[in-house]
């Protein structure tokens, strides 16, 4: 059990732990988690994850060789090929379906974001992207 998944979720705000899934999500898939993470609410429909430093070695060298958007668009290759996954998992958090997720890249800065766009009701129909809020990242 990691160390975000052995805090008590009774203490933890939901954007806490919506960082805290999209840090996982990316340690998990990526084999990195950020150094960094957090998430906040941007208006009452959506939410905004920033993760810093979630590049691999390997993703920055490429980058630094003027090929970024090679890095930009293989990220966002695997992204969609997991979104269904991160998605559910803060659909979990707040209680809500995500309506759409959007996942970004800024390759010379080293920061990643997602954005969750929120149903109105926790009774609308499941989305099929998804992105949100903030934690300490595991970097690795």
């Known amino acids: ?10 203490v933890r705000s939901p954007l806490q732990s919506v960082a805290d899934v999209v840090a996982r999500h990316f340690k998990e898939q990526f084999g990195r988690g950020p150094q960094r993470c957090r998430a906040f609410f941007a208006g009452r429909d959506a939410v905004v994850v920033i993760l810093d430093g979630t590049m691999s070695p390997a993703e920055r060298r490429i980058s630094d060789m003027g ?3 090679l890095v930009r668009a293989t990220r966002s290759a695997l992204q969609s090929a997991v979104r269904a996954d991160v ?8 209680g809500r379906p995500v309506l759409h997720a959007v ?24 989305a ?11 970097a690795g």
Request: proline fraction near 7%.
């Open 103 to 126: 996942d970004g890249l800024d390759v010379d800065g080293d920061v990643a974001t997602q954005l969750f766009v929120l149903s109105d009701t926790a009774g609308a129909p499941p």
């Open 67 to 69: 090929q970024g958007e």
């Open 87 to 94: 998605v559910r998992a803060v659909e979990e958090v707040v």
């Open 1 to 10: 059990m990691s160390q975000l998944e052995t805090q008590s979720s009774a």
């Open 128 to 138: 099929t992207h998804g992105d949100a809020v903030s934690a300490p990242g595991p």
